[in-house]
Nanobody
Framework: QVQLVESGGGLVQPGGSLRLSCAASGSSFSIIAMGWFRQVAGKERELVAT???????NYADSVKDRFTISSDNAKNTVYLQMNSLKPEDTAVYYCNARLWNLVNVRILELWGQGTLVSVYS
């Protein structure tokens, strides 16, 4: 019924930039909050940044002052602008959304398919 579609990953050199996008498609839902998580093999998935419907943001200390999360509520889309990328930022990045299903009044927790960000020289 509702799905998240990510785009924007790729290969970039240290110090470079990438912009990730995640769009929620479907109908009869309302976004509570959206965020980005990342995961490396052998490690737990970690929170990168979140943004609420009202625009409040939070960032992991490791990306603070380098990454910026933003949203376009009219398009049900969240973005992650990543600047000054470091090799340790290499990971699969997953979009997450907490939604209200307006048909059955349930809270949904959804994940995107993941997009690979590789930062190497």
């Amino acid at each position: 019924q509702v799905q998240l579609v990510e785009s924007g990953g790729g290969l970039v050199q240290p110090g470079g930039s990438l912009r990730l996008s995640c769009a929620a498609s479907g109908s009869s839902f309302s976004i509570i909050a959206m965020g980005w998580f990342r995961q490396v093999a052998g490690k737990e998935r970690e929170l990168v940044a979140t943004i609420t419907r009202g625009g409040s943001t939070n960032y992991a200390d490791s990306v603070k002052d380098r990454f910026t999360i933003s949203s376009d509520n009219a398009k049900n889309t969240v973005y992650l602008q990543m600047n000054s990328l470091k090799p340790e930022d290499t990971a699969v990045y997953y979009c997450n959304a907490r939604l209200w299903n307006l048909v059955n009044v349930r809270i949904l927790e959804l994940w995107g398919q993941g997009t690979l960000v590789s930062v190497y020289s």
